[in-house]
Structure formats: C-alpha cells, structure tokens
C-alpha cells in the first residue's frame, strides 16, 4: 500500500467513526426523549415510574419476581412501591436504591434468596437491566462499572444501552400497558382453576432434594449488603430484608447460615420461608415459589406488622 493511499484509508475510516458517533448521538437523544415518556413495563417504565416517585415515597420495595407478586404496598401506605423486577438480584435493587434522596425517612423493603447468595457464579450481572442509564446517571454507571459489567463500546456509542429494549419502548410508548398514576408496582398472580390442578400434579411428585456441599459466601452479596447498611445508616433509611414463602423448602442449611451472617452485620432480616406453613391451603399458591394474589394480601398483611413493630 502506498502512502497515498494509506493516508486516503485513514480519511475514510476517520470519516465513518465521527459520523456513526454523530449518528449515535441523534438517536440517544430522540430514544431519551421517546423513552422518558414510557412509564409501564417492567423493564425500562417501571425504572422511569421509580425515578419519578422515588423522593416522595415513605416504602420502597425491591426485589425479583417473589418481591413483585408478594407484596402490595397500597395496603401499607399511600406513599408507597413495589420496585419488584422478575429475575433479578441483590445488585439491581441497590443499583436502584441507591439513587433514593438523602436524609428523607424510607422504609426499604428488600427480599432476598438465601441460595442466591450463595451461588459462587452470581457477578452483578443483573444490573445490566439498568444500562440504558449508563450514560445518563452517574450513580448507576458507578454501580455497573464497580460490578465490571460494562460494555467498553458503550462509552463510545451510547445507543447500546437501549440494545434489545427499543420495540418495547415504542410499544409502551404507543400503547401503555396500564395507567401508571394507579400502579403501586405490584402485580398480584390470578390463578385459574387448571393453574391450580397443575400445581396439585407438581406438589404430588414433589422430591426432597439434598443440600448442596458447602455454603461460600458470594462476595458481590457481601459487599453490597455492607454497603446498603452503610447507606442506610448514613441517609435515614430503614432497610428490612426479607425472605418469602415457599411451598417447600427442604433445605435450611443457607437460611440458617444467612440469618447469622445478617445478624454478625446487626441488619434485619426475617426468613419468613415457612410463613404459611402452619396454615396453608392449595389457594395461596401459583407454584412453589409463588404466591397467588390471595397469599399475597395474606402476607402483605404480615410484612405491615414487621413494619410496624420494627418502627415501634
């Protein structure tokens, strides 16, 4: 190649990367815009729909799946929302909480699974859930490099963070799925006659399944939970982790292990794992794991007495 063209070369690849980055940056501003008006969906919407209520909330829920159909915070105060999001983990939700004002009294209401925290494989991956905010607020984007999630392109082009979320952002945007000035987060499980049949089949062959070999600690749930009591402490919060019911839960090795390590860290915890089991029926229940909307007023009702004797 000669240097002609060798400089012609280096001319055209200048030229494509300043207009892909001029490109990208026209479009993060007109998915900002868009975006912004999404308030329902549980991904993206219900992060906006926090970001909008979060300062003005007294209780604050955060957790996965069996934080979201548990939990209906309309039953424990006006100011309250379930921040629930299926799938995820402790990193998300401190992603999130710790975007929460300083100095203003909340109660956070933070489920968490014993087993979880043991999983030797958990990274903090996700919190990737929240990239598309990676170049719009320093806290989370902290939060996702300190967990080395970060996709290094991003810092280059910025659309990546709504990668996988733009059709339903314009689906949302279009057709909302819910008024969002009623949603207090929560979404209660309606079982059906044949769910319930289905769940009778399972419970039928359920098998005692064995511990597993030892118990390590995941490094990722222990600096995060030093961090949220640091937090909480530091900006009058009262941070109340919580354990939600299971059918079965044949082994109790990691709750055991849980409760002393949050009780070593003075945090409060209570395994309420077997809640129903003393008291139970086929209706509490969409699986297992997974309360029916009718567990769920049954529990909400305990979390209120937690709360309410925890602020006594």
């Known amino acids: ?155 280059f082009f910025w659309t990546l963070g709504y990668n996988g979320k733009v059709l339903g952002i314009l689906k949302n945007y279009f057709r909302p799925n819910y008024d969002y000035k009623v949603y207090s987060g929560y979404d209660p499980i309606y079982v059906t006659g044949s769910q319930r049949k289905i769940l009778e089949n399972i419970l039928a062959d359920d098998k005692k399944e064995p511990c597993p070999d030892g118990l390590t600690f995941n490094h990722i749930y222990d600096l995060e939970l030093d961090e949220i009591r640091q937090f909480s402490q530091a900006n009058n919060k009262v941070a109340i982790f919580f354990t939600s019911p299971r059918q079965n839960d044949y082994c109790k090795d990691d709750n055991v292990k849980f409760g002393r390590i949050m009780n070593a860290k003075e945090m409060i915890y209570y395994d309420l794992t077997d809640y129903f089991k003393e008291n139970d029926s086929i209706i509490y229940w969409k699986d297992p794991s997974h309360l029916s909307n009718i567990g769920a007023e049954i529990f909400t009702d305990a979390i209120k007495d937690i709360i309410e004797r925890t602020e006594k």
């Open 1 to 155: 190649m000669t240097k002609e063209s060798l400089k012609h070369l280096i001319k055209i690849v200048f030229l494509v990367l300043l207009i892909s980055f001029l490109v990208d940056k026209i479009a993060f501003v007109a998915l900002n815009r868009i975006s912004d008006e999404v308030m329902s969906g549980q991904s993206l919407g219900k992060v906006n729909h926090y970001l909008k209520i979060k300062d003005d909330s007294e209780l604050i829920v955060y957790g996965n799946s069996r934080a979201n159909h548990h939990i209906d915070p309309s039953k424990i105060t006006e100011k309250g929302f379930n921040m629930g999001v299926n799938g995820t983990r402790l990193a998300y939700s401190y992603g999130l909480l710790k975007l929460l004002p300083k100095e203003k009294k909340q109660i956070l209401l933070i489920q968490i699974d014993p087993e979880h925290a043991f999983s030797e494989d958990y990274k903090g991956e996700d919190i990737e859930l929240l990239r598309s905010k990676y170049n719009r607020n320093k806290i989370i984007k902290t939060e996702i490099k300190k967990l080395n999630q970060e996709n290094d392109l991003q810092n």
